[in-house]
């Protein structure tokens, strides 16, 4: 059994910051590409950024120069360090892992986050 617990979300101001955790627990192999993806109402889900097992990162075009996404590896753990945070960047904001787990080393598959939603407003 593995589990993604997101947490960090929450009210923010335009402008402001916020940084996301995803914490990862279970029966873990390997861990290879981490992401975060969001989704706002009424809108499908889309991705933000990633970042591999050896830390090559990925942003989509709305948030670079904005967003960092960091890995702690000896944690199983990936962050999203949000800043210059805008009204249209609130949506529920989902971790992302490609797992292995101790059962089957040999394969990996997607496990997702239970959410945690930003909202930016004033």
């Known amino acids: 059994q593995v589990q993604l617990v997101e947490s960090g979300g929450g009210l923010v101001q335009p402008g402001g910051s916020l940084r996301l955790s995803c914490a990862t627990s279970?029966?873990?192999?390997?861990?290879?590409?981490m992401g975060w993806y969001r989704q706002a109402p009424g809108k499908q889900r889309e991705s933000v950024a990633a970042?591999?097992?050896?830390?090559?990162?990925n942003y989509s075009d709305f948030v670079k120069g904005r967003f960092t996404i960091s890995r702690d590896n000896a944690k199983n753990t990936v962050y999203l360090q949000m800043n210059s945070l805008k009204p249209e960047d609130t949506a529920v904001y989902y971790c992302?892992?490609?797992?292995?787990?101790?059962?089957?080393?040999?394969?990996?598959?997607?496990?997702w986050g239970q959410g945690t939603q930003v909202t930016v407003s004033s």
């Open positions: 279970g029966s873990i192999f390997r861990i290879n590409a």
């Open positions: 992302n892992a490609q797992i292995s787990t101790l059962r089957t080393p040999l394969w990996a598959s997607d496990y």
């Open positions: 970042i591999t097992n050896v830390g090559t990162t």
